[in-house]
């Protein structure tokens, strides 16, 4: 069965950086797209920014433009977000999702703190 599995948060300051990882099973990866979302207490999980699997297309919400990066490792069946100059608004429980067979998956979530 699909599998994703996040890891790689915690809390930093301002300013600092934070490298997520999603490691998936079950499907074979390098196929398809992958994608993390994010969601903060109170409000709707939102897109932050999504891998094709030829990993030359990407695309990324206005909010983390220029400060975000996804890749992936097929070889490894992982996907990356590496999070650089992080604010305290992207605090959130980061997930990791794929779409496979008409079906969409979600990791269990890695909680991302900023904060002085």
């Known amino acids: 069965q699909v599998q994703l599995v996040e890891s790689g948060g915690g809390f930093v300051q301002p300013g600092e950086s934070l490298r997520l990882s999603c490691a998936a099973s079950?499907?074979?990866?390098?196929?398809?797209?992958m994608s993390w979302y994010r969601q903060a207490p109170g409000k709707e999980r939102e897109f932050v920014a999504t891998?094709?699997?030829?990993?030359?297309?990407?695309t990324y919400a206005e909010s983390v433009k220029g400060r975000f990066t996804i890749s992936r490792e097929n070889g490894k069946n992982t996907v990356y977000l590496q999070m650089n100059n992080l604010k305290p608004e992207d605090t959130s429980v980061y997930y990791c999702?794929?779409?496979?067979?008409?079906?969409?998956?979600w990791g269990q979530g890695t909680q991302v703190t900023v904060s002085s």
């Open positions: 079950g499907f074979t990866f390098s196929l398809y797209v």
């Open positions: 999702r794929t779409r496979s067979g008409g079906r969409t998956y």
């Open positions: 891998i094709a699997s030829s990993s030359r297309d990407t």
